[in-house]
């Protein structure tokens, strides 16, 4: 075998494992552009990025974000950071090279099956491996050859750098363009003077394409910084969906090619930070056992995910969609954030646990009763909600019973 890994992709999700595995592994990156290279803007969480080593990206810190819509507005308070993503990558790319990883400036073809691995073809030749790691996003093509998208939803992105007076710059801010699409712009700000800013949309089912979101980028800063100067371009597409595997034998999925951006918020590249680690060390201890059998593999990617999480993601991810259409577009969203109080930071951060879920769904459903879900959205989609509804619910009543039944016993016991 010419590797023992190859690593398809060389964004966030292919260079975080590759400088995990090159530590143990003979590894070889290959992608479309040599690293650093995105299109991407980023912002974490303080805890974060200590967690993980990413301090001397840091290029701003913010006390929260904003949300606007309509009447209603939400401050997520939250101790965030922004973070230069060529930098990250640069970062990466450096351990991965000093662990003696090779990088290769080659596309990911196909592959054909031979002897205990694989036959990696490229547009610059052929390598064999054990493992592939597909990290190639969403346009894959082994997602492609055998169909393994199920369904996806997708946010259009169109953006730059942009030099303008920033007049906060300690807020991340979300703020509406007021359009028939439901457009966003989303401003990072870097100083006084710069930030990351770009205009977003969401559809249903398609990718679309991101220079369809230039215009709106321009009517965005023309509303909210006209004298804004663009220093160069940002762009790309959010993807979530699901997929019919998650891996086959010899190859599995992470990042975005994995669907692992959370449905509704679409933090990938957090997402990428928070599992790489868990799920190096899950392909380290597969390796060992010589075991790359899909069945495993897709194990190991389950154990990213929990799914009680995946689920109010996507009830999220249909709401998210259907706002579009209805006559008070994302207002009541916000106002839902806002019902989260200081808790709201949870869902933007993805760190929920079954309680916050319990919470978070019967507050949603005050806010926009079942009633009115059922005149937004089709049929399929509001079983889905409502299925969930009920299970989530159920489980809140049991759990409130048998705190009250202990009471209850306790008041008994007392009283004997
Ligand atoms: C403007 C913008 C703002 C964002 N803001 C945030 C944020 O604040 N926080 C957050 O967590 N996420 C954010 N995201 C989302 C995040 O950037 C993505 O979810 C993340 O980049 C996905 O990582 P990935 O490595 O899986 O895929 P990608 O970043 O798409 O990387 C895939 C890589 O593979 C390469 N490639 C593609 N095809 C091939 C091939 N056939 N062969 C070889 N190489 C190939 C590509 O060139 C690319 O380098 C934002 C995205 C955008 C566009």
Redo the contacts with the bound molecule.
């Keep these: 075998m010419d590797y023992d890994i190859i690593i398809?992709?060389?964004?966030?999700?292919?260079?975080s494992v590759a400088k995990e595995l090159s530590k143990d592994f003979k590894v070889l990156l290959?992608?479309?552009?040599k690293p650093p290279?995105?299109?991407?803007?980023?912002?974490?969480y303080e805890d974060r990025v200590k967690k993980y080593n990413l301090q001397k990206v840091v290029v701003n810190k913010c006390d929260g974000l904003v949300f606007i819509a309509g009447n209603a507005k939400h401050f997520m308070k939250d101790k965030c950071v922004v973070v230069d993503?060529e930098k990250v990558l640069g970062l990466w790319f450096d351990e991965f090279r000093n662990n003696k990883g090779i990088f290769k400036s080659?596309?990911?073809?196909n592959y054909s099956r031979i002897k205990d691995g694989l036959k990696i073809i490229?547009n610059h030749g052929s390598y064999t491996c054990r493992l592939l790691i597909d990290?190639?996003?969403f346009?894959?093509?082994i997602l492609k050859k055998h169909k393994l998208i199920s369904n996806y939803n997708s946010?259009i992105?169109y953006?730059s750098r942009i030099r303008t007076n920033i007049k906060d710059t300690k807020k991340i801010l979300f703020l509406p363009l007021n359009d028939e699409k439901n457009t966003y712009l989303?401003v990072?700000p870097f100083s006084k003077n710069t930030a990351?800013a770009?205009a977003?949309y969401n559809i249903q089912d398609k990718a679309g394409k991101v220079l369809d979101a230039k215009p709106l980028f321009s009517q965005c800063l023309k509303k909210y910084y006209p004298d804004a100067k663009q220093l160069k371009p940002?762009?790309?597409?959010?993807?979530s969906g699901e997929l019919k595997k998650y891996a086959l034998d010899n190859i599995v999925f992470?990042?975005?090619?994995g669907m692992?951006?959370p449905a509704g918020i679409?933090?990938?590249?957090?997402?990428?930070?928070l599992k790489h680690k868990k799920f190096s060390a899950g392909v380290k201890s597969l390796m060992k056992n010589n075991d790359f059998s899909e069945r495993s593999l897709e194990k190991l990617s389950g154990g990213l995910f929990d799914p009680a999480i995946v689920q109010l993601q996507q009830i999220i991810a249909k709401f998210t969609y259907y706002f579009i259409k209805h006559p008070r577009k994302w207002e009541d969203g916000v106002k839902w954030l806002s019902a989260l109080g200081k808790e709201s930071n949870k869902w933007m951060r993805g760190e929920i646990n079954v309680k916050w879920i319990e919470d978070a769904t019967i507050k949603i459903h005050k806010i926009i009763p079942l009633k009115e879900t059922a005149k937004m959205m089709p049929v399929k989609d509001y079983l889905f909600v409502v299925e969930h509804f009920v299970k989530f619910l159920g489980e809140a009543v049991y759990e409130e019973a048998e705190k009250a039944n202990k009471e209850y016993k306790r008041e008994l016991i007392k009283d004997n």
């Design positions: 398809a992709g060389a964004g966030p999700a292919g260079l290959i992608g479309r552009h290279y995105t299109t991407c803007a980023w912002y974490s993503p080659a596309e990911l073809r490229t990290c190639t996003g346009k894959s093509p946010w992105i953006g989303g990072y990351d770009y977003f940002i762009g790309g597409h959010i993807i992470f990042g975005e090619s692992m951006a679409g933090m990938g590249f957090n997402e990428a930070l």
